[in-house]
């Protein structure tokens, strides 16, 4: 196993813009979760896939915000006309088909000015 | 709604002591827990899963036990050491395998 990554580790952009960072599971891991944790907080849900189909999608992802995880291996999230509220570190995490261990990448420290 | 609580929310310890930090769950129907270690800007590195037919887990020097009719858990770290020094988060999976997190207890263990 290389472990979940994630790309880019930081980014700072301006209110309005639009980013999209990706997660590479590891590999054989059909499920693929993504969360949101901002500054002393524990990490909160955001939305997972199980293959290609996203499977649940949290309150807390608005319209603003689009996953997706063509042909069932890394993912894509992207947030349009970003706010500062969205300031977190978003963070992938992914599972084994039958297994109960997630295992967490380094996450995305975004920051919006 | 799972709720998850941690206590306390920040402990200060001298090297070498032994301490508990706390988890409590409000729904008992888990199927297992899962604590992390979380380092400052860092990525969440797992420590120990406990399935709901366990009652303790072991690595090293940490141990976790759960007590589900209770719902609670506690991480026990023996010998701490200023390496330990951490926010460590307990969670419980919802549908789905999400998880569902504490809030975390940032450990400072001195030398």
């Known amino acids: 196993d290389t472990g979940v990554s994630q790309d880019p580790r930081h980014k700072i952009t301006k209110r309005g813009q639009n980013v999209t960072f990706r997660c590479d599971p590891i590999?054989?891991?059909?499920?693929l979760y993504w969360y949101r944790q901002t500054l002393g907080q524990g990490p909160e849900f955001l939305t997972y896939?199980?293959?290609?189909?996203?499977?649940?999608k949290s309150r807390l992802l608005s319209d603003r915000f689009s996953a997706e995880r063509p042909k069932g291996s890394f993912s894509t999230l992207e947030i349009q006309r970003t706010e500062q509220g969205d300031s977190a570190m978003y963070l992938c995490?992914?599972?084994?088909?039958?297994?109960?261990?997630?295992?967490f990448g380094p996450g995305t420290r975004l920051t919006v000015t | 709604k799972q709720e998850v609580t941690q206590i306390p929310a920040a402990l200060s310890v001298p090297e070498g002591e032994n301490l508990v930090l706390n988890c409590s769950f409000t729904d008992s129907a888990i199927y297992n827990l899962q604590w992390f270690r979380q380092d400052p800007g860092k990525g969440l590195t797992s420590l120990l899963l406990?399935?709901?037919?366990?009652r303790e887990q072991t690595s090293g020097r940490l141990n976790a036990s759960l007590d589900k009719s209770s719902g609670r858990s506690t991480l026990y770290i023996a010998a701490s050491q200023p390496g330990d020094s951490a926010t460590y988060l307990c969670a419980v999976p919802l549908s789905g395998s999400r998880l569902t997190f504490g809030e975390g207890t940032q450990l400072t263990v001195n030398p």
């Open positions: 995490a992914s599972l084994r088909g039958g297994g109960y261990e997630q295992y």
């Open positions: 406990i399935q709901s037919s366990q």
């Open positions: 590999s054989e891991h059909n499920r």
């Open positions: 896939f199980q293959n290609e189909a996203q499977l649940e």
